[in-house]
């Protein structure tokens, strides 16, 4: 059951995370491009899904 909910928003969540980690990174290093920044963070993000199943 937890895992249909976790698929339903994990949409939702996916975007706000790579907008909250978005900012962390461009106030940290500024020169790394956007595109760069959210291939890593999809990557990540879809990684961390995979360990908590």
């Known amino acids: 059951m937890w895992f ?3 698929l339903k928003h ?3 969540i996916e975007k ?3 907008r909250i980690m ?3 990174v461009q106030t940290k290093c500024l020169k790394k ?3 760069e920044t959210n291939k890593t963070i999809r990557g990540g993000f ?3 899904i ?3 199943m």
């Open 46 to 48: 879809a990684y961390s």
């Open 22 to 24: 978005n900012s962390i």
């Open 10 to 12: 994990s949409k939702q």
């Open 4 to 6: 249909e909910q976790i």
């Open 33 to 35: 491009s956007t595109y």
């Open 50 to 52: 995979l360990f908590f």
């Open 16 to 18: 706000r995370f790579i």
